[in-house]
Nanobody, 115 residues
């Protein structure tokens, strides 16, 4: 059984920074990719950033240059460093892991950015 647990969400003023963490446990040997998604009320869930087992990264255009995705294999933890935050970044951020052909999701953590 794979478990993903997010932490680090909270409230911050525009221009501030937050770092989200995703702690993983269970049988994750051979994982293919991990990612951060987000969903605001009334909007579709969107991909924010993705990192492969080879450490190739992808970012949505809306966060490119402001967010950084990384993973510490020694701690089995993925991070999302968010700088220069905007009110448009307000959403529930959720951790995702792909172990083909399966997908696993965390419960999400709230990020609120005020004007």
């Amino acid at each position: 059984q794979v478990q993903l647990v997010e932490s680090g969400g909270g409230s911050v003023e525009a221009g501030g920074s937050l770092r989200l963490s995703c702690a993983t446990s269970g049988n994750i040997v051979g994982w293919d990719a991990m990612a951060w998604f987000r969903q605001a009320p009334g909007k579709q869930r969107e991909l924010v950033a993705r990192i492969s087992s080879g450490y190739y990264t992808f970012y949505a255009d809306s966060v490119k240059g402001r967010f950084t995705i990384s993973r510490d294999n020694a701690k089995n933890t993925m991070y999302l460093q968010m700088n220069s935050l905007k009110p448009e970044d307000t959403a529930v951020y959720t951790c995702h892991m792909q172990i083909r052909p399966e997908d696993f999701w965390g419960q999400g953590t709230q990020v609120t950015v005020s004007s």
